[in-house]
């Protein structure tokens, strides 16, 4: 989209257009976040810029800083919406198998974390690797996503009725399915790693019966 174009979507007047404008507005966001993990994924988050990010979504400079401060802030964008949609795919897997045992749960859980990051090959590069170097704001927000998929998995446990293995071990068993998932992004590729949940799910069963 040309400036011209952005300047009349800008511009046009109260009421209906309203709508056309967020509709742009929502649209560009879009772009941006898809182009800022393809970029990443690409080249690494130390060799991404801005003008990589804004090459890709076809907006212009102008409207990449009417959104975001700076890369950090659109990467840490892209991060949120990411996990949000990944924890999502988890939580609609889960329920669809409202009868399930808890360790049938387990396995559908560790499925649905895959195939969710197959699914999405860049994301899953940019997001389970880059991330780590992706400044202070992005390593805290994944600090909140570690903590809540611990949250997730201490539910598991209490439905399994062990003695609790507690919140350290849990930490240590989310963190360790991360780096099987980051050896697997580095030595082969994304579609390789739905082939990685039968020994997710042995570890994470295994981990919950102690």
Request: charged share 25%; glycine share 8%.
């Amino acid at each position: 989209m040309g400036e011209a174009q952005e300047t009349q979507a800008r511009e046009l007047p109260r009421g209906r257009h309203r709508f056309a404008r967020e509709a742009v507005t929502d649209s560009q966001r879009r772009r941006m976040l898809a182009a800022v993990a393809e970029a990443v994924a690409d080249k690494g988050y130390a060799a991404t810029t801005v003008a990589d990010v804004v090459g890709a979504a076809a907006v212009s400079r102008r409207t990449f800083y009417e959104q975001f401060a700076d890369l950090e802030a659109c990467f840490l964008a892209a991060y949120r919406d990411g996990m949000e949609w990944l924890l999502e795919q988890i939580r609609i897997a889960v329920r669809a198998h409202p009868a399930a045992g808890w360790r049938e749960r387990a396995r559908i859980a560790v499925e649905a974390y895959l195939d969710a990051l197959a699914a999405r090959p860049a994301a899953a590069r940019a997001f389970s690797i880059e991330a780590l170097g992706g400044g202070q704001a992005v390593l805290a927000h994944r600090a909140e996503v570690m903590r809540r998929w611990v949250q997730q998995w201490a539910g598991l446990e209490r439905i399994a009725g062990g003695e609790g293995v507690g919140t350290d071990h849990l930490l240590l068993l989310v963190g360790g399915i991360e780096e099987l998932v980051r050896e697997c992004l580095v030595t082969g590729d994304a579609s390789q790693l739905p082939l990685l949940a039968d020994r997710i799910t042995e570890i994470s069963v295994s981990t919950l019966e102690r």
